[in-house]
Structures are given as structure tokens and as C-alpha cells.
């Protein structure tokens, strides 16, 4: 596999598996609920790997 579809696939992982083991209220960070940050986390996380994934992808050097 290359190294740019396992970079997309983190996202999608941190999106599917992540409430899994985040599913908990008692924590709280900022004042949000463990969950909720998990996903306000997530929604940073994809914004940045694909950010990185248009960067290094070689089919938008023609561009």
C-alpha cells in the first residue's frame, strides 16, 4: 500500500474506532465531555492529513 492511502485511512480509523474506546463521560477536557473532544480531535486530525496528502500526492504537481 502507499504511504499516501495509509496516511488517508488514519482518519477514517481515528473516526470509526476511536469512539470505541472513547466513549466515556467522566473525563472531561476543556469542559467538554471525552467524546466530544474526540471528535472535535478528529475533525483537526483529517484536516492535516489531508492537507498532507494534497501536498505530497504527485498528481497535483501539474497543477
Known sequence: M???HVLA???VL???V???FANSVTPYVLGMAF???WVLL???I???CMGLVYVFDSAN???
Request: hydrophobic share 55%.
Open 2 to 4: 502507499k504511504t499516501l
Open 9 to 11: 485511512l488514519i482518519p
Open 61 to 63: 504537481k501539474g497543477i
Open 35 to 37: 467524546l466530544l473532544f
Open 14 to 16: 481515528c473516526l470509526v
Open 46 to 48: 483529517t484536516s492535516l
Open 18 to 20: 476511536g469512539p470505541v
Open 42 to 44: 478528529s475533525v483537526f
